[in-house]
T-cell receptor, first 116, second 116 residues
């Protein structure tokens, strides 16, 4: 049981290049998320997928696209990278338990992206 | 609207002394509250969570937090700090249910330093 995995761990891009960040979870969770983490700003939600086949914008979606390929995988794409997208990106999946539907999220190890 | 405020961006304590990391929240509904820890260059790990059962919640590594509705607080404490506790700590509020993922809000984080 690997939990949430992300690839790559590190990436350097030039302005205007594109790339896809991959995320997979093996916990059979319905919901998956992409966050970015910047110093002093906590984590900000980029996009999320409440269930397979659905995706929705979060707080900071501009410049990104996502694909929920199947229940396990949720990818994040930067079509034309900009220096403002230099950040650490975290993928998470969400467990919902019991009648209260507690919202425990499980995080991947992160991808450190630098855009020059 | 829900929000979460971590009152200290940086806390420094001596090894063996108590730790207090402060978190205040606002929520229109009965929230779920979480503390996550992030060690340098690592992903986020769940420390503990409150889901309307006992107001005093015990987590991993000797940490605990008390939910105080009258004060809208969920402060994290540990009786005796250890060098390995040095990390960034995030307070998170979620309104649970089938609400959208945008109702999971992260605090901006508190960096905990431990002096030998």
């Amino acid at each position: 049981n690997a939990g949430v995995t992300q690839t790559p761990k590190f990436q350097v891009l030039k302005t205007g290049q594109s790339m896809t960040l991959q995320c997979a979870q093996d916990m059979n969770h319905n919901s998956m998320y992409w966050y970015r983490q910047d110093p002093g700003m906590g984590l900000r939600l980029i996009y999320y997928s409440a269930s397979e086949g659905t995706t929705d914008k979060g707080e900071v979606p501009n410049g990104y696209n996502v694909s929920r390929l199947n229940k396990r995988e949720f990818s994040l794409r930067l079509e034309s990278a900009a220096p403002s997208q230099t950040s650490v990106y975290f993928c998470a999946s969400r467990e919902r338990t019991g009648l209260k539907r507690t919202d425990t999220q499980y995080f991947g190890p992160g991808t450190r992206l630098t855009v020059l | 609207a829900q929000s979460v405020t971590q009152l200290d961006s940086h806390v420094s304590v001596s090894e063996g002394t108590p730790v207090l990391l402060r978190c205040n929240y606002s929520s229109s509904y009965s929230p779920s509250l979480f503390w996550y820890v992030q060690h340098p260059n690592k992903g986020l790990q769940l420390l503990l969570k409150y889901t309307s059962a006992a107001t005093l919640v015990k987590g991993i590594n000797g940490f605990e937090a008390e939910f105080k509705k009258s004060e809208t607080s969920f402060h994290l404490t540990k009786p005796s700090a250890h060098m390995s506790d040095a990390a960034e700590y995030f307070c998170v509020v979620s309104e649970g249910g089938y609400s959208s993922a945008s109702k999971i809000i992260f605090g901006s984080g508190t960096r905990l330093s431990i002096r030998p």
